[in-house]
């Protein structure tokens, strides 16, 4: 499909926001101090670039598209910096060597669960991040124990952020239209886990491993997730969860227990 003259990719899931009103509410929600530096990722063809370089310092932007960046560059301004390539293989730490930034994106729906894995591990990066996803992922980030929704990004996301909803916005916001609605949130670090994680990498093996199986029992899915029978057995005895519980059941102060449990039968 045409855009501006542009014919968009379907490879890089590319959908440009061209609503003014959700511009604005996420510039608002990214509440941009005149001496920050902002990162986009995926900017398209530039419209939220250009009204983050109103109110940023600097500006800069990961993108993949050769043909979008050839338009970036064109732009020709000292305060706006281009990081090509696949934002999945970016050395983040190399590249965003002045944190903390502040981080604002309408992320590719087709990799936006693996940018928040990225994200997560490079979350000393940034000093708040304002991040537009599926309707269906947003849901999911936000998502209580107990709920449909409820899963591995929900668990991560709520151990290290307070996160909240911003604006729903409708395929009518974008050129070309998706056939799915999108959401944005916000993102604001806490200033210390909201449980203690034991182990950070060590955590996360255990919340991925527990929604391995989603319909089977804690056990078989710890189990299925690398955990030998025996060490889960213990591990779940100390930590006080009934083995057949599942793992959407857990809250965070669960998986903290589980954790610990887990770590010291390494």
């Given at each position: 499909?045409?855009?501006?003259?542009?014919?968009?990719?379907?490879?890089?899931?590319?959908?440009?926001?061209?609503?003014?009103?959700?511009?604005?509410?996420?510039?608002?929600?990214?509440?941009?101090?005149?001496?920050?530096?902002?990162?986009?990722?995926?900017?398209?063809?530039?419209?939220?670039?250009?009204?983050?370089?109103?109110?940023?310092?600097?500006?800069?932007?990961?993108?993949?598209?050769?043909?979008?960046?050839?338009?970036?560059?064109?732009?020709?301004?000292?305060?706006?910096?281009?990081?090509?390539?696949?934002?999945?293989?970016?050395?983040?730490?190399?590249?965003?060597?002045?944190?903390?930034?502040?981080?604002?994106?309408?992320?590719?729906?087709n990799i936006s669960t693996q940018v928040v894995f990225l994200l997560l591990a490079n979350r000393h990066l940034f000093s708040s991040m304002v991040l537009m996803f599926q309707k269906e992922v947003g849901d999911r980030l936000c998502a209580a124990p107990g709920c449909k929704d409820y899963g591995i990004l929900s668990v991560l996301c709520?151990?290290?952020?307070?996160?909240?909803?911003?604006?729903?916005?409708?395929?009518?916001?974008?050129?070309?239209?998706?056939?799915?609605?999108?959401?944005?949130?916000?993102?604001?670090?806490?200033?210390?886990?909201?449980?203690?994680?034991?182990?950070?990498?060590?955590?996360?093996?255990?919340?991925?491993?527990?929604?391995?199986?989603?319909?089977?029992?804690?056990?078989?899915?710890?189990?299925?997730?690398?955990?030998?029978?025996?060490?889960?057995?213990?591990?779940?005895?100390?930590?006080?969860?009934?083995?057949?519980?599942?793992?959407?059941?857990?809250?965070?102060?669960?998986?903290?227990?589980?954790?610990?449990?887990?770590?010291?039968?390494?």
């Amino acid at each position: 499909m045409m855009t501006m003259d542009y014919r968009t990719k379907k490879k890089f899931g590319q959908h440009f926001l061209n609503d003014q009103y959700v511009i604005d509410r996420i510039i608002q929600a990214a509440d941009i101090d005149p001496a920050d530096t902002v990162v986009e990722i995926g900017p398209g063809l530039g419209v939220l670039t250009e009204r983050l370089l109103e109110v940023a310092a600097r500006v800069e932007v990961f993108e993949i598209d050769r043909d979008l960046i050839a338009r970036l560059m064109q732009r020709n301004n000292p305060r706006l910096l281009i990081h090509s390539g696949d934002i999945l293989k970016a050395n983040l730490p190399a590249l965003l060597n002045s944190p903390p930034y502040n981080l604002v994106a309408n992320l590719p729906y087709n990799i936006s669960t693996q940018v928040v894995f990225l994200l997560l591990a490079n979350r000393h990066l940034f000093s708040s991040m304002v991040l537009m996803f599926q309707k269906e992922v947003g849901d999911r980030l936000c998502a209580a124990p107990g709920c449909k929704d409820y899963g591995i990004l929900s668990v991560l996301c709520q151990l290290w952020y307070d996160i909240e909803a911003v604006v729903d916005v409708g395929p009518e916001s974008f050129s070309p239209p998706p056939r799915v609605d999108s959401l944005v949130l916000r993102f604001t670090p806490l200033a210390a886990p909201r449980v203690d994680p034991v182990d950070p990498a060590f955590f996360t093996k255990v919340v991925k491993a527990a929604f391995t199986q989603r319909r089977k029992q804690l056990r078989n899915s710890l189990m299925a997730g690398g955990f030998p029978r025996d060490h889960v057995d213990r591990g779940l005895s100390a930590a006080a969860i009934e083995p057949s519980r599942r793992g959407e059941s857990l809250d965070l102060t669960d998986f903290s227990r589980l954790t610990k449990a887990l770590h010291q039968l390494r």
